[in-house]
Nanobody
Framework: EVQLVESGGGLVQPGGSLRLSCAAS????????MTWVRQAPGKGREWVSS????????TYTNSVKGRFTISRDNAKSTLYLQMNSLKPEDTAVYYC???????WGQGTQVTVSS
């Protein structure tokens, strides 16, 4: 079956960094554009970043531009999100998903607080 398993979240102080990973299985990962989406407490899901199936054309929501970097390793069927200069407003559950939103992981919690 299709699985997307996010990891790498945790508690970090403002200005800190985390690298999230999303391990994919059960489908042809290399054929899919991939996306990171987050959901802050009490808010709806927000698109964060996307990358093409080949690993090109990374795009970001304005609030994370210059701080986050999306990447992927198709040989390992893994998607990454490097998060630097974290802010309290980045606190959310982070999900990886196909660009079409067909498949979702369970999410990983990121908490930015002093």
């Amino acid at each position: 079956e299709v699985q997307l398993v996010e990891s790498g979240g945790g508690l970090v102080q403002p200005g800190g960094s985390l690298r999230l990973s999303c391990a994919a299985s059960g489908f042809t990962f290399s054929s899919y554009s991939m996306t990171w989406v987050r959901q802050a407490p009490g808010k709806g899901r927000e698109w964060v970043s996307s990358i093409t199936s080949e690993g090109g054309s990374p795009t970001y929501t304005n609030s994370v531009k210059g701080r986050f970097t999306i990447s992927r390793d198709n040989a390992k069927s893994t998607l990454y999100l490097q998060m630097n200069s974290l802010k309290p407003e980045d606190t959310a559950v982070y999900y990886c998903t196909t660009q079409s939103r067909t498949y979702w992981g369970q999410g990983t919690q990121v908490t930015v607080s002093s």
